[in-house]
């Protein structure tokens, strides 16, 4: 139980002191991080982040993080998969920084530049796409001035709108000449402002025209696509130009320069088409360079990624350390645990022959300072220390309840979850996630309730296993019983007595019951019965209240050995031993009550063990604690269930009774003892060396004696608490474990009820209509066992569990007021920082 | 005591087994401290679990408490001490009601 590296106690741990030479610090601490053994002690608590000694090197690490993080949001933009190959790339050496410096500052600056031109290609893209349509559109217009046609037809196709003013008539041909006009292109929801704008700051004396672009055009600044349409403005005058290009800047249309010529128009059509089409080769070439870059980086993205937090971690680690002047070195304090002390040294070897420089110097310190708790965990007992942890992490070397929770969490789960067919479902459920292990843990995921599920995955194996046997013992499988072995009860009526409605058994017939049970578990009669639920109850009672002191003498015994570890005999003679006895006197003779109930009193037989003499253990225990007098047996029945019964309640009674000013004042007195013999030695010793020390010596020993005095009165309180807190806890715990029966008896009934309320419906439709029916019906059923039964009742079951185990059972040996071992490793910091890394 | 000898000795054999012997042959490795308890206290209260059942219905106080379709169920499907022929039909207004014969 004391062996070193197991689960039974957390492990012993040094405090030990490095000296590093400066040229192997970092090498060293590298090494320690892969090895992830070590937790260092800040030695600099009250110096500032910007003022300790690698600050620069830290602000460095986080420049590369953000242009990585900047690589990385672009690779993701432009859809192109991460490689995650596994590996695990090592820190590389502080002069590589800088190589990997300038390779992301190149990457940053090659990826800006490429992003830039194509900013601005897509503008330039998009002027002359918006010119392309302006020269479409407004040839339309200038057709019409010269050939106005009939309104009606042709212009309902470009535009509805009614306030357009048409100023050119049949006769204002000849004045084209001094109308001026603009082109341009304005977002499609400005136009119905623009016109009314143009309306009332032009008094109406200028023309507009407007057509709108059918297909989308992208926004170069922010990529999305907006619709927009062409317009043409003609005024006379030069007043009026400058008013309108003044509003035309105002709505922010962007204007063109249109040659009047329909020849020259024609010919600027076709340069710009040209012009597009080389704009498109050179787009597509940009986009394809950018690709290429993203690409290539993408490879190998996650191993920069994982170099430069390795890198951070280091200089954060060693800015824990102090400066060595004197030697030029680094001077670390740290947690190791002694039987990792060969490791760590091996690793400091390592490091130091990388670096080239003198070795590291490994110190062990000791220290009157509370170590941290460390358990060696696998990934099967990890999920059951987490638990115990999240109550409170053990003491220093305590004891620790993780590996007897191994089984003790499953199996009082599954006495309150018993149910073959449930117990099934979710045994599935635990082996797929345990099966496939290693590809679900690779996929990394948001999702807390999926991670929760799969953290415990061994836990809901367990679970599911003990619970498929205690639904076999109960005899329950989604609320029917199997008849494997035959029923013990058989009905052996005759057709007349059948007439009547209701028909007991009796037990004492030997017709009726075959005088020996069913060889395994509940028999299948109880599960037809009208009275299974006074039969389930008094079982189930029984079986809890069993269960319960069986596991709070298990947690009492377990003290035992951490009287022994920490070497406390003491405590010992004046907690232990009580303790075991008022637990053993009242609540085991309780168990052993109801043992002799079961085997002596039967029906049959002797009319004075028959069914209707037997007596209640309850109010038996009841009465022995409420000292109820002697009571005469009557004619056929006794009160007591065997000879001297009285007797011996009695002697219990007072032995448990006097347990309690025995845990209370023994101790204390003890103590109390031990230190005025100390003090009366203290003041001999001191009374010899009067002629040396003066008064001094004497005033300690009176401050002692007052020291002294107020410690008894703290001891006492404690004391008190302590025993307070066992005797009535004892009493409440006992009754709490009751709970295992309430959640098994809520479990069967939601079960049986689905059954009869939801899938018998379908079951008793006859003919092809039920079948249909019975389909249907059964996928609700399904899906309301899943949904009800086996989530919502296995989450109530195992927080009910839990807080047997948390409260009941540790409160009987747990201290769990220790701070956890959390290692300085790379495994560990990679995990946070990759799972924040998506936030971000 | 209502018991059955063949029931009791082979359950607790077997879990004899898993708490008792199992534990050497299986507790090797670094492991060895943990699989040894976990096959105790499995074995321990496994069979106790079985025990406080069986024991509970060896001296049964009360017997179960049917109703009079559910025994004739019985008697017909599990014990067959009642076979169709105890049946006689007996017309009724839509189908023919098959009755018991007293």
Known sequence: MTTMGSLFRSEEMALCQLFLQSESAYTCVSELGELGLVQFRDLNPDVNAFQRKFVNEVRRCDEMERKLRYLEREIRKDGIPVLDTGENPEAPMPREMIDLEVKFEKLENELKEVNSNAEALKRNYLELTELKHILKKTQVFFDEAMYPPNLPYDQDVYFDDDEQVNLLTDTSLHQLKHIGFVAGVILRERIPAFERMLWRACRGNVFLRQAEISEPLEDPATGEQVYKSVFIIFFQGDHLKMRVKKICEGFRATMYPCPEAPADRREMAMGVKTRLDDLNTVLSQTQDHRHRVLVSAARDIRAWMMKVWKIKSIYHTLNMFNLDVIQNGLIAECWIPVANLEDVQLALRRGTEKSGSLPAILNRLSTQESPPTFHRTNKFTKAFQTLIDSYGVANYREINPAPYTIITFPFLFAIMFGDFGHGIIMALFGAWMVWREKPLSAKKTDNEIWNIFFGGRYIILLMGVFSMYTGLIYNDVFSKAFNIFGSSWHPAFNNSVLMSKELTLDPGNKEQYDQYPYPFGLDPMWQIANNKINFYNSYKMKISIIFGVIHMLFGVILSVWNHRFFNRPMSIYCEFIPQLLFLCCLFLYLILLVFHKWTWYGAGGDPSVSPNCAPSILITFINMVLVKPYEEPGPVCSYYMFAGQFGLQRFLLIVALLCVPWMLCAKPFLLHRMHKQRTIMMQANGGEGVVEEGGGDAAAAAAVATAEEHDMGEVMIHQGIHTIEYVLGSVSHTASYLRLWALSLAHAQLSEVLWQMVLRIGLTTSGLAGGFLTYAIFAVWAFLTVAILVLMEGLSAFLHTLRLHWVEFQSKFYGGTGYAFVPFAFETILDQAENAGPEQ | ?102
């Open chain 2, 1 to 102: 005591m209502g018991a059955d000898a063949v029931a009791i000795c082979v359950v607790t054999g077997f879990w004899a087994i898993v708490a008792i012997v199992l534990p050497f042959i299986l507790g090797r490795g670094p492991n060895k401290g943990v699989i040894q308890v976990m096959l105790v206290i499995t074995g321990f209260s496994c069979w106790l679990f079985w025990l406080l059942c069986y024991m509970h219905q060896m001296n049964p106080l009360i017997g179960p408490q049917l109703h009079n379709t559910t025994v004739l169920a019985i008697q017909y499907l599990w014990d067959g001490s009642v076979t169709i022929d105890d049946f006689t039909t007996v017309a009724g207004e839509s189908t023919t009601i098959p009755t018991l014969k007293i």
